[in-house]
Nanobody, 125 residues
Framework: QVQLVESGGGLVQPGGSLRLSCAVS????????IGWFRQAPGKEREGVSC????????LYTDSVKGRFTISRDNAKNTVYLQMNNLKPEDTAVYYC??????????????????WGQGTQVIVSS
């Protein structure tokens, strides 16, 4: 049974930082990717960043480039999303998701069949 557990969300002031973690268990196979998605109230779900455990490619949506960094710890089966210089528009529930693929991509959330429960990030003064 595949499980993804996010942690690390919270309330932070604009300009602050948070690090989200996604612990993955039960996933079979070597060719998979982890994606971070977010959904703000009244908005559609948005792909934020992803990383491939197969070929190692990394993607970011334009609005977070230069501020967010995705990384992985293979030994711990954990993916991190370091979020710096947070802005109010980053406020959302953040989800990590897993799917079988060589190259990670962010355009099709349907390619990620396994999802965590989400963690709330609030950026406010």
């Amino acid at each position: 049974q595949v499980q993804l557990v996010e942690s690390g969300g919270g309330l932070v002031q604009p300009g602050g930082s948070l690090r989200l973690s996604c612990a993955v268990s039960g996933f079979r196979g070597d060719h998979y990717a982890i994606g971070w998605f977010r959904q703000a109230p009244g908005k559609e779900r948005e792909g934020v960043s992803c990383i491939s455990f197969s070929v190692g490619n990394i993607l970011y949506t334009d609005s977070v480039k230069g501020r967010f960094t995705i990384s992985r710890d293979n030994a711990k089966n954990t993916v991190y999303l370091q979020m710096n210089n947070l802005k109010p528009e980053d406020t959302a529930v953040y989800y990590c998701a897993a799917g079988n693929m060589y190259w990670c991509e962010l355009s099709q959330a349907i390619d990620y069949p396994y999802w965590g429960q989400g963690t709330q990030v609030i950026v406010s003064s």
